[in-house]
């Protein structure tokens, strides 16, 4: 399988984070690392108002449960007030340039 790094943007906070990983697409790598948790789904404060990473779940997705395409490097997920976004940029790696994150 070819080797993907994956970026995800974030609004709040405006940060990055990025993952290297192996998948049959470059779609296919951004659901990957949405859904094993290898990027997070968005940030929240915690209880001493800290931006904490906030995993994937499912119940985040509402009645569909999973998160869907809405273009070609966007997935969202939810209903209405509480859907999510999180927009991505794909990138091939050549063999042997980056090992495969934890």
């Known amino acids: 399988?070819?080797?993907?790094?994956?970026t995800a943007f974030y609004d709040r906070p405006?940060?990055?984070?990025?993952?290297?990983l192996r998948a049959e697409s470059p779609q296919r790598a951004?659901?990957?690392?949405l859904l094993e948790g290898r990027v997070p789904a968005c940030f929240v404060r915690d209880e001493h108002g800290w931006?904490?990473?906030?995993?994937?779940?499912?119940a985040m997705?509402?009645?569909?449960?999973?998160?869907r395409l809405a273009g070609p490097w966007t997935l969202v997920w939810g209903e209405g007030r509480r859907q999510g976004r999180l927009c991505f940029q794909v990138e091939p790696l050549p063999e042997g340039e980056a090992?495969?994150?934890p």
């Open 51 to 58: 931006l904490v990473p906030a995993p994937w779940e499912p």
């Open 1 to 6: 399988m070819p080797l993907y790094r994956v």
């Open 61 to 67: 997705g509402g009645r569909l449960r999973w998160p």
């Open 99 to 101: 090992e495969e994150g």
């Open 14 to 20: 405006p940060v990055e984070r990025n993952v290297v």
């Open 30 to 33: 951004m659901v990957r690392a």
